[in-house]
Protein backbone atom coordinates (compact mmCIF):
# COMPACT_ATOMS: atom_id res chain seq x y z
CA UNK A 1 0.00 0.00 0.00
CA UNK A 2 1.10 3.29 -1.04
CA UNK A 3 -1.47 5.78 -0.34
CA UNK A 4 -4.41 5.48 1.68
CA UNK A 5 -7.61 7.08 -0.88
CA UNK A 6 -10.56 5.12 -0.42
CA UNK A 7 -12.24 2.39 1.64
CA UNK A 8 -12.75 0.75 -2.03
CA UNK A 9 -9.45 0.01 -2.40
CA UNK A 10 -9.13 -2.12 0.76
CA UNK A 11 -8.94 -5.74 0.59
CA UNK A 12 -10.40 -7.78 3.64
CA UNK A 13 -6.86 -8.85 4.48
CA UNK A 14 -5.56 -5.40 4.45
CA UNK A 15 -8.34 -3.80 6.17
CA UNK A 16 -7.69 -6.36 8.71
CA UNK A 17 -3.91 -6.03 8.73
CA UNK A 18 -5.25 -2.07 9.40
CA UNK A 19 -7.33 -2.50 12.19
CA UNK A 20 -5.05 -5.84 13.77
CA UNK A 21 -1.81 -3.18 13.69
CA UNK A 22 -4.04 -0.16 15.14
CA UNK A 23 -5.04 -2.82 18.10
CA UNK A 24 -1.28 -3.17 18.72
CA UNK A 25 -0.38 0.60 18.92
CA UNK A 26 -3.41 0.90 21.11
CA UNK A 27 -2.07 -1.28 24.01
CA UNK A 28 1.33 0.25 23.17
CA UNK A 29 -0.05 3.59 23.69
CA UNK A 30 -1.53 2.73 27.24
CA UNK A 31 1.40 1.42 28.25
CA UNK A 32 4.14 3.41 30.14
CA UNK A 33 6.26 4.17 26.97
CA UNK A 34 4.31 6.70 24.95
CA UNK A 35 5.91 6.76 22.07
CA UNK A 36 7.12 4.11 19.36
CA UNK A 37 10.46 4.71 17.47
CA UNK A 38 8.91 3.87 14.51
CA UNK A 39 8.58 6.92 12.22
CA UNK A 40 12.15 8.88 13.67
CA UNK A 41 13.06 11.19 11.21
CA UNK A 42 10.21 10.88 9.01
CA UNK A 43 7.87 14.20 8.57
CA UNK A 44 4.09 14.27 8.04
CA UNK A 45 2.45 17.03 6.80
CA UNK A 46 -1.21 18.12 7.83
CA UNK A 47 -2.64 19.90 5.24
CA UNK A 48 -6.15 21.14 5.79
CA UNK A 49 -8.83 22.83 3.55
CA UNK A 50 -11.50 22.62 5.34
CA UNK A 51 -12.28 22.06 9.44
CA UNK A 52 -11.49 19.38 11.46
CA UNK A 53 -10.94 18.86 15.18
CA UNK A 54 -10.60 15.20 15.42
CA UNK A 55 -8.96 14.22 12.42
CA UNK A 56 -6.67 16.56 12.16
CA UNK A 57 -5.43 16.31 15.67
CA UNK A 58 -4.83 12.62 16.06
CA UNK A 59 -3.35 12.58 12.97
CA UNK A 60 -1.14 15.09 14.74
CA UNK A 61 -0.87 12.91 17.98
CA UNK A 62 -0.46 9.86 15.83
CA UNK A 63 2.31 10.81 13.92
CA UNK A 64 4.08 12.55 17.27
CA UNK A 65 3.30 8.55 19.28
CA UNK A 66 5.53 7.22 16.43
CA UNK A 67 8.10 10.04 16.90
CA UNK A 68 7.65 11.46 13.19
CA UNK A 69 7.70 15.63 13.37
CA UNK A 70 4.58 17.05 12.20
CA UNK A 71 4.20 20.01 10.28
CA UNK A 72 0.53 21.26 10.02
CA UNK A 73 -0.69 23.77 7.16
CA UNK A 74 -4.27 25.36 6.78
CA UNK A 75 -5.21 26.67 4.09
CA UNK A 76 -6.52 29.91 5.79
CA UNK A 77 -4.02 32.11 6.49
CA UNK A 78 -1.45 30.16 3.79
CA UNK A 79 -0.36 31.17 0.41
CA UNK A 80 -3.44 29.24 -0.89
CA UNK A 81 -5.65 32.93 -0.60
CA UNK A 82 -3.13 34.23 -2.89
CA UNK A 83 -3.89 31.83 -5.82
CA UNK A 84 -1.11 29.38 -4.69
CA UNK A 85 -2.01 25.91 -6.60
CA UNK A 86 -1.97 22.36 -4.76
CA UNK A 87 0.90 21.67 -7.24
CA UNK A 88 3.35 24.29 -5.91
CA UNK A 89 1.55 23.93 -2.42
CA UNK A 90 3.04 20.32 -2.10
CA UNK A 91 6.01 20.54 -3.75
CA UNK A 92 6.96 23.64 -1.03
CA UNK A 93 5.59 21.41 1.36
CA UNK A 94 8.11 18.25 0.15
CA UNK A 95 10.95 20.87 -0.39
CA UNK A 96 10.76 21.36 3.61
CA UNK A 97 11.02 17.71 4.04
CA UNK A 98 7.34 16.15 3.89
CA UNK A 99 7.39 12.47 3.48
CA UNK A 100 3.44 11.89 4.11
CA UNK A 101 0.63 14.11 3.26
CA UNK A 102 -2.24 13.76 5.07
CA UNK A 103 -4.76 15.81 3.25
CA UNK A 104 -8.26 17.02 3.57
CA UNK A 105 -9.74 19.23 1.01
CA UNK A 106 -13.28 20.60 -0.35
CA UNK A 107 -13.21 19.17 -4.00
CA UNK A 108 -14.37 15.14 -4.06
CA UNK A 109 -11.50 13.54 -5.66
CA UNK A 110 -8.51 16.06 -4.86
CA UNK A 111 -6.09 13.30 -2.74
CA UNK A 112 -6.84 10.84 -5.65
CA UNK A 113 -5.31 13.62 -8.05
CA UNK A 114 -2.44 14.15 -6.37
CA UNK A 115 -1.47 10.94 -5.69
CA UNK A 116 -1.56 10.01 -9.41
CA UNK A 117 0.45 13.08 -10.13
CA UNK A 118 4.00 13.66 -10.52
CA UNK A 119 3.75 16.46 -8.04
CA UNK A 120 5.43 14.25 -5.45
CA UNK A 121 6.83 11.34 -4.07
CA UNK A 122 5.10 11.81 -0.59
CA UNK A 123 2.25 8.72 0.59
CA UNK A 124 -1.02 10.53 0.38
CA UNK A 125 -3.43 9.94 2.76
CA UNK A 126 -7.10 11.49 2.32
CA UNK A 127 -7.80 12.82 5.70
CA UNK A 128 -11.51 13.94 3.39
CA UNK A 129 -11.97 15.01 0.28
CA UNK A 130 -15.29 16.54 -0.45
CA UNK A 131 -18.74 14.30 -0.14
CA UNK A 132 -16.81 11.34 -1.62
CA UNK A 133 -14.48 9.45 0.87
CA UNK A 134 -12.52 9.93 5.07
CA UNK A 135 -10.91 6.53 4.69
CA UNK A 136 -9.66 6.86 8.26
CA UNK A 137 -12.80 7.51 9.92
CA UNK A 138 -14.48 4.30 8.30
CA UNK A 139 -11.43 2.38 9.86
CA UNK A 140 -11.59 3.78 13.23
CA UNK A 141 -15.57 2.78 12.71
CA UNK A 142 -14.58 -0.62 12.23
CA UNK A 143 -12.20 -0.65 14.97
CA UNK A 144 -14.87 0.88 17.37
CA UNK A 145 -17.78 -1.90 16.09
CA UNK A 146 -15.31 -4.91 15.69
CA UNK A 147 -14.29 -4.35 19.45
CA UNK A 148 -18.21 -4.21 20.51
CA UNK A 149 -18.87 -7.26 18.02
CA UNK A 150 -16.69 -9.12 19.13
CA UNK A 151 -17.30 -8.39 23.25
CA UNK A 152 -20.62 -9.12 22.70
CA UNK A 153 -20.00 -12.54 21.44
CA UNK A 154 -16.86 -13.49 23.96
CA UNK A 155 -14.44 -13.30 21.11
CA UNK A 156 -10.77 -11.93 20.69
CA UNK A 157 -11.55 -8.79 18.52
CA UNK A 158 -7.86 -9.28 16.69
CA UNK A 159 -8.27 -11.09 12.88
CA UNK A 160 -12.22 -10.64 13.31
CA UNK A 161 -14.40 -9.25 10.65
CA UNK A 162 -17.80 -7.86 11.20
CA UNK A 163 -19.59 -11.33 9.16
CA UNK A 164 -23.42 -11.24 10.53
CA UNK A 165 -23.57 -7.93 11.57
CA UNK A 166 -26.02 -5.17 10.40
CA UNK A 167 -25.61 -1.55 10.63
CA UNK A 168 -27.50 1.17 10.27
CA UNK A 169 -26.46 4.35 8.75
CA UNK A 170 -28.99 7.57 9.59
CA UNK A 171 -28.93 10.76 8.08
CA UNK A 172 -27.46 12.65 4.94
CA UNK A 173 -25.75 10.20 3.24
CA UNK A 174 -26.01 12.56 0.21
CA UNK A 175 -23.26 14.30 1.26
CA UNK A 176 -21.13 11.93 3.32
CA UNK A 177 -17.67 10.79 2.53
CA UNK A 178 -18.26 9.14 5.64
CA UNK A 179 -21.21 6.87 4.96
CA UNK A 180 -19.02 6.31 1.57
CA UNK A 181 -16.13 4.88 3.20
CA UNK A 182 -18.03 3.28 5.85
CA UNK A 183 -20.28 1.53 3.12
CA UNK A 184 -17.84 0.10 1.08
CA UNK A 185 -15.06 -1.39 4.64
CA UNK A 186 -18.22 -2.58 6.06
CA UNK A 187 -19.43 -4.33 3.23
CA UNK A 188 -15.40 -5.70 2.68
CA UNK A 189 -16.02 -6.83 6.12
CA UNK A 190 -18.81 -8.93 5.65
CA UNK A 191 -21.61 -6.66 7.42
CA UNK A 192 -24.84 -5.97 6.56
CA UNK A 193 -25.10 -2.52 5.85
CA UNK A 194 -28.82 -0.42 5.91
CA UNK A 195 -29.15 3.64 4.62
CA UNK A 196 -31.86 5.40 6.41
CA UNK A 197 -32.82 9.07 5.19
CA UNK A 198 -35.19 11.34 3.59
CA UNK A 199 -35.15 10.73 -0.10
CA UNK A 200 -33.81 14.05 -0.68
CA UNK A 201 -31.03 13.40 1.85
CA UNK A 202 -29.86 9.89 -0.89
CA UNK A 203 -27.71 10.13 -3.98
CA UNK A 204 -28.93 8.91 -6.93
CA UNK A 205 -27.55 5.43 -7.99
CA UNK A 206 -28.37 4.62 -4.27
CA UNK A 207 -30.47 1.57 -5.48
CA UNK A 208 -27.42 0.33 -7.05
CA UNK A 209 -25.14 0.21 -3.75
CA UNK A 210 -24.82 -2.78 -1.85
CA UNK A 211 -27.02 -2.07 0.94
CA UNK A 212 -31.15 -1.69 1.77
CA UNK A 213 -32.47 1.60 1.58
CA UNK A 214 -35.42 2.86 4.39
CA UNK A 215 -36.70 5.68 4.42
CA UNK A 216 -38.61 5.77 7.62
CA UNK A 217 -36.20 5.45 11.02
CA UNK A 218 -38.66 4.01 12.93
CA UNK A 219 -39.11 1.44 10.33
CA UNK A 220 -35.04 0.44 9.89
CA UNK A 221 -35.05 0.36 13.92
CA UNK A 222 -37.81 -2.58 14.08
CA UNK A 223 -35.79 -4.57 11.21
CA UNK A 224 -33.82 -7.45 10.96
CA UNK A 225 -34.01 -10.65 12.61
CA UNK A 226 -33.45 -9.77 15.85
CA UNK A 227 -35.82 -6.70 15.68
CA UNK A 228 -33.54 -3.97 15.40
CA UNK A 229 -30.05 -3.58 14.52
CA UNK A 230 -26.71 -4.19 16.25
CA UNK A 231 -25.28 -0.83 15.57
CA UNK A 232 -26.31 2.67 14.58
CA UNK A 233 -24.35 5.30 12.55
CA UNK A 234 -25.78 8.79 12.86
CA UNK A 235 -24.37 11.23 10.62
CA UNK A 236 -24.04 14.90 10.99
CA UNK A 237 -26.81 17.31 8.87
CA UNK A 238 -24.25 19.20 6.66
CA UNK A 239 -25.67 22.12 6.65
CA UNK A 240 -23.18 23.72 4.91
CA UNK A 241 -23.10 22.01 2.05
CA UNK A 242 -26.88 22.25 1.33
CA UNK A 243 -26.22 25.70 -0.05
CA UNK A 244 -28.99 26.90 1.84
CA UNK A 245 -31.97 24.62 0.88
CA UNK A 246 -32.17 22.54 3.97
CA UNK A 247 -35.05 20.41 3.58
CA UNK A 248 -36.29 18.64 5.30
CA UNK A 249 -36.22 21.36 7.60
CA UNK A 250 -34.75 20.91 11.12
CA UNK A 251 -37.52 20.36 12.88
CA UNK A 252 -38.89 17.91 10.57
CA UNK A 253 -35.62 16.24 10.26
CA UNK A 254 -35.38 15.80 14.09
CA UNK A 255 -38.99 14.37 14.37
CA UNK A 256 -38.43 12.02 11.79
CA UNK A 257 -35.05 11.01 10.90
CA UNK A 258 -33.42 12.10 14.37
CA UNK A 259 -32.25 10.20 17.50
CA UNK A 260 -34.73 11.48 20.07
CA UNK A 261 -34.97 10.13 23.51
CA UNK A 262 -38.02 8.28 22.26
CA UNK A 263 -35.94 5.93 19.70
CA UNK A 264 -33.06 5.75 22.20
CA UNK A 265 -35.43 4.69 24.96
CA UNK A 266 -36.50 1.98 22.18
CA UNK A 267 -32.81 1.16 21.84
CA UNK A 268 -31.89 0.89 25.56
CA UNK A 269 -34.50 -1.64 25.45
CA UNK A 270 -33.61 -4.04 22.22
CA UNK A 271 -31.34 -6.60 22.54
CA UNK A 272 -28.80 -7.97 19.80
CA UNK A 273 -28.89 -11.72 18.61
CA UNK A 274 -25.89 -11.95 21.05
CA UNK A 275 -27.93 -10.32 24.00
CA UNK A 276 -26.44 -7.10 23.77
CA UNK A 277 -27.52 -2.84 23.63
CA UNK A 278 -27.13 -1.87 20.25
CA UNK A 279 -24.17 0.57 19.77
CA UNK A 280 -24.57 4.45 18.77
CA UNK A 281 -21.58 5.63 16.95
CA UNK A 282 -21.51 9.36 15.47
CA UNK A 283 -18.08 10.72 13.85
CA UNK A 284 -18.94 14.02 14.99
CA UNK A 285 -19.14 16.77 15.35
CA UNK A 286 -22.55 16.19 16.90
CA UNK A 287 -25.18 18.93 16.11
CA UNK A 288 -27.07 18.01 19.78
CA UNK A 289 -30.87 18.45 19.04
CA UNK A 290 -30.99 18.34 15.54
CA UNK A 291 -29.39 14.64 14.48
CA UNK A 292 -28.70 13.51 17.74
CA UNK A 293 -30.53 14.49 21.31
CA UNK A 294 -28.18 15.83 24.24
CA UNK A 295 -29.70 12.14 26.18
CA UNK A 296 -28.38 10.05 23.38
CA UNK A 297 -25.40 12.15 22.79
CA UNK A 298 -24.26 11.59 26.40
CA UNK A 299 -25.65 7.89 26.28
CA UNK A 300 -23.41 5.21 27.62
CA UNK A 301 -24.63 3.61 24.33
CA UNK A 302 -22.99 6.49 22.22
CA UNK A 303 -19.25 5.35 21.19
CA UNK A 304 -18.25 9.10 20.07
CA UNK A 305 -15.24 9.29 22.76
CA UNK A 306 -14.19 5.96 21.49
CA UNK A 307 -14.30 6.20 18.41
CA UNK A 308 -11.97 9.44 18.78
CA UNK A 309 -9.75 7.61 21.23
CA UNK A 310 -9.82 4.53 18.27
CA UNK A 311 -9.03 7.61 15.75
CA UNK A 312 -5.49 8.02 17.34
CA UNK A 313 -4.61 4.30 17.09
CA UNK A 314 -5.61 3.49 13.40
CA UNK A 315 -3.75 7.07 11.81
CA UNK A 316 -0.88 5.01 14.08
CA UNK A 317 -1.69 2.10 11.65
CA UNK A 318 -2.22 3.82 8.81
CA UNK A 319 1.46 5.71 8.89
CA UNK A 320 3.40 2.79 10.37
CA UNK A 321 2.49 0.61 7.48
CA UNK A 322 2.83 3.78 4.94
CA UNK A 323 5.56 4.99 6.03
CA UNK A 324 8.32 2.25 8.30
CA UNK A 325 8.56 -0.08 5.00
CA UNK A 326 10.30 2.37 2.98
CA UNK A 327 12.90 4.98 3.15
CA UNK A 328 11.00 6.82 0.79
CA UNK A 329 8.04 6.41 -1.00
CA UNK A 330 9.36 6.25 -4.38
CA UNK A 331 7.69 2.77 -5.74
N1 LIG B 1 -15.11 13.10 12.04
C1 LIG B 1 -14.36 14.10 11.56
O1 LIG B 1 -13.82 14.02 10.44
O2 LIG B 1 -14.25 15.16 12.40
P1 LIG B 1 -13.41 16.48 12.09
O3 LIG B 1 -14.09 17.19 10.97
O4 LIG B 1 -13.41 17.26 13.38
O5 LIG B 1 -12.02 16.06 11.69
Known amino acids: MRHLLSTADLSRTEALSILD ?42 AKRLSADVMNFSAKG ?37 AASDWTDCAVINAGDGT ?9 DALTLRRGWTAAHGE ?26 NIWLLRTL ?11 LLPVGVEKWPVSVFYSLDEALASGPAGGPDAV ?23 RWGLTDDRLARLENHR ?6 PMILHPGPMNRGVEISAAAADSPMNQVLDQVSHGVSVRMAVLHLLLSSSERNTA
Request: hydrophobic fraction near 45%; proline fraction near 3%.
Open 132 to 140: HEHPTQALL
Open 233 to 255: MMLRVQAERMGGAYFPTAAEYTR
Open 21 to 62: TAEEMAAVSTREVKKLPTLRGRTVVNLFFEDSTRTRISFEAA
Open 156 to 181: DPRGADLSGMRVLIVGDILHSRVARS
Open 190 to 200: GAEVGLVAPAT
Open 272 to 277: TAAGAQ
Open 78 to 114: SSVSKGESLKDTVQTLEAIGADAIVMRHWASGAAAQL
